[in-house]
């Protein structure tokens, strides 16, 4: 057919099929020949690398001993700083005896005992003798709480500690009541302070510790129900009914909290035992895990303190710390038998897997109630207001050249609202406003609490009504009764780190830079001192009150905190804070060899160390001699016994533990960096101050910026 395609004989379709299959073979053949190459290359390369893995393992193992007892040399700078601070604290203690200035020692049961007898007895109740006296006070006790944080375990004994926490306990208990009694003095001659303008009594007397408002209702007057203090802005609107009553409103705002349980407020920070190397060298050679069962008794929580007895007027008394808590005391009571459970860590207890604890304590258990604050979770911010209505005493009477007053026995006396015999009625509630202190940063709105003197512990109910100001600063709330009150703040908004980095800045010198979702904080480090250099909040420095003084890291911890800025993870973080776990093997050991070489060179967050698995840790690290020098980052990986530099950077696509060319696996984090030190580097680490070290430790160990970013 003319035009038409050829017709394709059957001849012809058969060859062209045979060509097709042939063509076919040929491209099968070649594939197959082809990835038996590129398996076999593959198998030659890791046999390479693996023969290469070996060798440097090999030559890790041999050099093992040396490096460790290198190390050890360097790691008797933690001896030096430890025995340099009991000498510290002898020689603290013979200079207070040498003074004779009167002040007692806190720690001597007989001088504490007396000091606050013959305070007891004193009858000048006079509201600024009450505030001095108060700062006398509350110096002793910050003493005493700085030695429980501060003292080893074994520098410690437990009846020391039981007969400190006792005596902070009474030392409280006794200054409320001295501003009890100062208050009914102050009442008792309510008239002398009137108001010219409404006829009733108010007064404000403040210094860095309290803030005082007192009110007394002298004429009565329904339209004078409300009131606003001018010097704090604090103010209370009353129900009609206490409006008409003879009775006085106190605010005492105490910027301490000596309402909380004791061992809120006397955490300490984990101490760890310095690292032996020689130890280190033989758990090596063992390879020995730690039995399961030894672990999980390492993990169990400390039980919570017992309920304490409490005193007439719902605060704590000084009887029963002894057993169960969450102090230096059930530290120093399980230490001998949980050392033996650390000898592979080298860790003490309290540090030895801090972050999963499966088991729930018996203190958990029993909050089902939703109202019941977890202090775990929640923490006071900005010290506590007590907020009492309370009944006007009989006035003093001048006659003549006389001033008359009628005694009661009673003494201060709370005035009932509601009242009790009409507890079904509907009672309107006391309408409060509170202006918050500039010296606290509030990032959330704060959760009101009040004190529940019966079950020791701060509830949410009863409080209603909250409206919060951020500009102003100020909280208003309605109260079903009165209260005493606290604005309590989430402990780990702060938690996760965003980032963190660690340099050197000059002899003993260095700065850590802690970066949150809401803040900034730089903190300088020199000598065993460290100081706040700054917080800055939304690029404005804040918080100036507490910035460029020099204290202790244990101190720091402690304004920081009180200041609403916490960025020490405690016992429990782990449970609140999404984290990816470290073992203390690295995490801790990571932190100590940090400090040893932190003269030099400089430390920051890598996102890696997330992608890293458990068991160990990876950080970007850089030679830092001069403080203005740009930094050379590299990754290293660090698992507590093997450091080894990474090939990849921090912009890599994945995470890879492959060597960087041309390095070697190491025994030490230091010697892993020392292959490429400058000698004026390994000199700078070597005449390290060993207080420089140990700061630098306490701080890494305090922040834990290897679990907590």
Known sequence: MSGGKKKVSKAEQLRLQKEEEERRRKEEEEARLQAQKEEAARLEKERIEQEQMEKLKAKDQERREAELAELHSLEQKFLSAQQWKTDYRAHAKWEHYLRCDGSPDPTVLQEINTFMSLWREDQNEDIQLVMEKGEQVLNLIEKLQFILSDTPPNEITEKETVQYQESILELQNLLHQKYNGATEHLLKTANMYEDSDTGNMQAVMKDKNVT????????????????????TQHGFDLPKSLAVSSVAVRILHTHYDHVSPLWLQCQSVPQLEVLDSKDLTQHSKDNVEEPEEEEK???????????EETCSDGRKSAISLKEKSNSVAHINETEEETEKKSEILDITPQVQDPLVQEETNEKEEAITDENIVNLQQFVPVGGVYHID???LPPQVKQLKDWSMVELLDSGLEAYPYPPEEAEDAMHPPIQITLRLSDNVMYFEDPVIARWDPAGQQWRTDGISNITYKTQEKSITFG????YTIALLQDTHLNMPYQAWQLQPTGMDEALLVVTTVFATIQIQIKGNQCMLSSVVVEEKDVLSHITGKWISPIDLRTVLKK??????PGEYSHKYVSVNKKAPLAEVRAYQQMALIASAFAFAWSKWNLEAGQEQVVFKVSEHLKADSVKDWSLYMFDGQKAQKLKITETSEAFSEELEEDSEFHSTLYHMLKDAASKEAIDKVETASFLFVDGVYQLLLATRVLTYS
């Open 212 to 231: 005082f408002c007192i009110w007394a209702n002298l004429k009565k007057k329904v339209r004078f129900k409300n009131h606003v203090f001018y010097d």
């Open 563 to 568: 200041a609403g800025v916490n960025i020490f």
């Open 297 to 307: 008794k390492a993990r169990e929580e400390p039980n919570m303190p017992a309920e």
């Open 389 to 391: 209505v309370l009944h």
């Open 479 to 482: 109260m079903a009764a009165f």
